[in-house]
C-alpha cells in the first residue's frame, strides 16, 4: 500500500467520524436542555459511568466536567458493585454511557441508583434500550454506523459520547459564568497553570515601586528610577492618581531633543496616559500588552488609577509563560 493509499485510508476514517458528528448535532432536542436544567440544578456533584471505552469517555468528561465548573467523579460500574456505590449520594446527578444501552454492569446500578433518589441521564445510540427507558433524559447519538471497517469497533459512537459529554460541559460553563479566573484556579500546575496565572502573582508592591510626582525635580526622578531597577517609574498628581510614566527611553528622548535635568520635572520628561496593567488579569494579557506596544514594563493600577504595583516582561519571563 502506498503512502497516498494509506493516508486516503485516514482520510475516509475522518470523514465517517465527521458525519456521525452531523448527526448528533442534527438530532439534538429538548432532551439536550433538559439534561442541562438537570445538571444546573445539581446540590451535589455529577457521578459519570460506562464500562470499557463508554468508561474511558465517562471519566474524561467527568474531568472535563471538574475543571470547568461542575464537581464530577467517575464512577466504575463493577467497583460500585462492590463498596464504591457509597459515593453516590442525595443531591447528585448520575449520567450513564453505553453505545448498546446494554450494557450489563451499568444496567446492574439501575436499581440502586432509582433507590437513592437521583435522577440518571443516558447517553445511548438506542433509544429502545434499557438504559434509555429506564433514565430520566436520554441523549440519543443518533450515530448510524462506526467508522471501523469491520463496523465493530467503538469509533465514530464514542467520538459522539465525548462530544456530546463536551457540549454539556460548556454550555454548563456558559451558564453558570464561570471564567478565565476561576479557569486558572482549577489549573495551578505544568504549562497551562504557568499560562493561567495572575498579574498579582508576579508582580512588585509596597517600597518595591518606582513612584514620582509630577512635580519632583528630575534629578530626584533619575535617583528613584536608579534605586528600584525597573528602568522605569509611575508618576503620580497630589492624589496619587497615575498620570504618566517615564522610562529609559523616555529619558534618552528627552536628551535628544535638548532637555535640561536640572531645570526639568517629572511632568516635563513623562509620557502621559501609559498602558497599565490589573492584579487580577491574567499575566498572558499583560504580555500580549507589553508585545502589542512594544514595551517592557507595566504599572498596575487600583479601581481608582493608584499605582500598588509594578511587572516587568522579566518577571513574566521568568515565569516561563510564553505567547
Same mark, same amino acid.
Given at each position: 500500500?502506498?503512502?497516498?493509499?494509506?493516508?486516503?485510508?485516514?482520510?475516509?476514517?475522518?470523514?465517517?467520524?465527521?458525519?456521525?458528528?452531523?448527526?448528533?448535532?442534527?438530532?439534538?432536542?429538548?432532551?439536550?436542555?433538559?439534561?442541562?436544567?438537570?445538571?444546573?440544578?445539581?446540590?451535589?456533584?455529577?457521578?459519570?459511568?460506562?464500562?470499557?471505552?463508554?468508561?474511558?469517555?465517562?471519566?474524561?468528561?467527568?474531568?472535563?466536567?471538574?475543571?470547568?465548573?461542575?464537581?464530577?467523579?467517575?464512577?466504575?460500574?463493577?467497583?460500585?458493585?462492590?463498596?464504591?456505590?457509597?459515593?453516590?449520594? &442525595?443531591?447528585?446527578? $448520575?449520567?450513564?454511557?453505553? !453505545?448498546?444501552?446494554?450494557? @450489563?454492569?451499568? *444496567?446492574? #446500578?439501575? =436499581?440502586?441508583?432509582?433507590?437513592?433518589?437521583?435522577?440518571?441521564?443516558?447517553?445511548?445510540?438506542?433509544?429502545?434500550?434499557?438504559?434509555? &427507558?429506564?433514565?430520566? $433524559?436520554?441523549?440519543?447519538? !443518533?450515530?448510524?454506523?462506526? @467508522?471501523?471497517? *469491520?463496523? #465493530?469497533? =467503538?469509533?465514530?459512537?464514542?467520538?459522539?459520547?465525548?462530544?456530546?459529554?463536551?457540549?454539556?460541559?460548556?454550555?454548563?460553563?456558559?451558564? &453558570?459564568?464561570?471564567?478565565?479566573?476561576?479557569?486558572?484556579?482549577?489549573?495551578?500546575?505544568?504549562?497551562?497553570?504557568?499560562?493561567?496565572?495572575?498579574?498579582?502573582?508576579?508582580?512588585?508592591?509596597?517600597?518595591?515601586?518606582?513612584?514620582?510626582?509630577?512635580?519632583?525635580?528630575?534629578?530626584?526622578?533619575?535617583?528613584?528610577?536608579?534605586?528600584?531597577?525597573?528602568?522605569?517609574?509611575?508618576?503620580?498628581?497630589?492624589?496619587?492618581?497615575?498620570?504618566?510614566?517615564?522610562?529609559?527611553?523616555?529619558?534618552?528622548?528627552?536628551?535628544?531633543?535638548?532637555?535640561?535635568?536640572?531645570?526639568?520635572?517629572?511632568?516635563?520628561?513623562?509620557?502621559?496616559?501609559?498602558?497599565?496593567?490589573?492584579?487580577?488579569?491574567?499575566?498572558?494579557?499583560?504580555?500580549?500588552?507589553?508585545?502589542?506596544?512594544?514595551?517592557?514594563?507595566?504599572?498596575?493600577?487600583?479601581?481608582?488609577?493608584?499605582?500598588?504595583?509594578?511587572?516587568?516582561?522579566?518577571?513574566?519571563?521568568?515565569?516561563?509563560?510564553?505567547?
Amino acid at each position: 500500500m502506498t503512502p497516498e493509499e494509506i493516508i486516503e485510508h485516514g482520510r475516509k476514517i475522518i470523514e465517517e467520524e465527521i458525519k456521525g458528528l452531523e448527526s448528533l448535532k442534527e438530532g439534538l432536542d429538548e432532551n439536550f436542555a433538559k439534561a442541562v436544567e438537570l445538571l444546573l440544578s445539581c446540590k451535589g456533584k455529577v457521578i459519570l459511568t460506562g464500562i470499557g471505552k463508554s468508561g474511558h469517555i465517562a471519566r474524561k468528561i467527568a474531568s472535563t466536567l471538574s475543571s470547568t465548573g461542575t464537581p464530577a467523579h467517575f464512577l466504575h460500574p463493577s467497583e460500585a458493585l462492590h463498596g464504591d456505590l457509597g459515593v453516590i449520594d &442525595k443531591g447528585d446527578v $448520575v449520567i450513564a454511557i453505553s !453505545n448498546s444501552g446494554q450494557s @450489563a454492569e451499568v *444496567l446492574q #446500578l439501575l =436499581p440502586y441508583i432509582k433507590m437513592l433518589g437521583v435522577p440518571l441521564i443516558a447517553i445511548t445510540n438506542r433509544p429502545d434500550s434499557d438504559l434509555a &427507558k429506564y433514565s430520566d $433524559v436520554h441523549l440519543f447519538l !443518533n450515530v448510524e454506523k462506526e @467508522a471501523c471497517p *469491520l463496523r #465493530l469497533a =467503538p469509533t465514530t459512537s464514542s467520538t459522539a459520547s465525548l462530544v456530546l459529554g463536551d457540549a454539556l460541559a460548556m454550555t454548563l460553563l456558559i451558564l &453558570k459564568g464561570f471564567t478565565k479566573e476561576d479557569f486558572a484556579l482549577r489549573h495551578p500546575a505544568g504549562a497551562l497553570g504557568r499560562k493561567l496565572r495572575l498579574v498579582k502573582d508576579l508582580y512588585h508592591t509596597g517600597e518595591e515601586v518606582p513612584i514620582v510626582k509630577e512635580d519632583q525635580p528630575m534629578r530626584e526622578v533619575i535617583l528613584e528610577m536608579t534605586s528600584k531597577g525597573f528602568g522605569a517609574t509611575a508618576v503620580v498628581d497630589d492624589e496619587g492618581k497615575l498620570v504618566g510614566i517615564i522610562t529609559d527611553g523616555d529619558l534618552r528622548r528627552f536628551v535628544k531633543r535638548g532637555g535640561n535635568f536640572d531645570t526639568s520635572r517629572a511632568r516635563d520628561v513623562m509620557t502621559r496616559n501609559p498602558k497599565t496593567a490589573k492584579a487580577h488579569e491574567m499575566a498572558l494579557e499583560a504580555l500580549r500588552r507589553m508585545e502589542e506596544h512594544k514595551i517592557t514594563v507595566l504599572i498596575v493600577t487600583d479601581e481608582e488609577n493608584r499605582p500598588e504595583g509594578i511587572i516587568h516582561l522579566h518577571d513574566i519571563l521568568r515565569a516561563e509563560i510564553n505567547l
